[in-house]
């Protein structure tokens, strides 16, 4: 079992920078590829950015390509995501996840999932 909880939301302006964090409980952290995904009201889930289990493959929406890199500390059970550039778009609530699967995009192969942190860039 792997108990996540994210932090790091806020406000902030159109073209400023967040770093979400997650920390992850359990002693299999570093077992798990890791994801973001992220939701607004009456859509999706959609994936957001994803790290394998240590750290050497990584892999992006394109949305998210050339602005957020993700990251993890498996000594500290920790998975990070830094956003720049942030657009209006960005605005959601931001969810990281935890997968035994093969770099999985999709959120149903996600087992473990956090509270969620919410994202909010104004214009």
């Known amino acids: 079992q792997v108990q996540l909880v994210e932090s790091g939301g806020g406000l902030v302006q159109a073209g400023g920078s967040l770093r979400l964090s997650c920390a992850g409980s359990?002693?299999?952290?570093?077992?798990?590829?890791m994801g973001w995904f992220r939701q607004t009201p009456g859509k999706e889930r959609e994936f957001v950015a994803l790290?394998?289990?240590?750290?050497?493959?990584?892999h992006y929406a394109d949305s998210a390509k050339g602005r957020f890199t993700i990251s993890r500390d498996n000594a500290k059970n920790m998975v990070s995501l830094q956003m720049n550039s942030l657009k209006p778009e960005d605005t959601a609530v931001y969810y990281c996840?935890?997968?035994?699967?093969?770099?999985?995009?999709?959120?149903?192969?996600?087992?473990?999932w956090g509270q969620g942190t919410q994202v909010t860039v104004s214009s």
């Open positions: 790290i394998s289990w240590s750290g050497g493959s990584t």
């Open positions: 996840a935890a997968s035994l699967g093969i770099l999985p995009q999709s959120k149903t192969a996600y087992s473990y």
């Open positions: 359990g002693r299999t952290f570093s077992s798990y590829t």
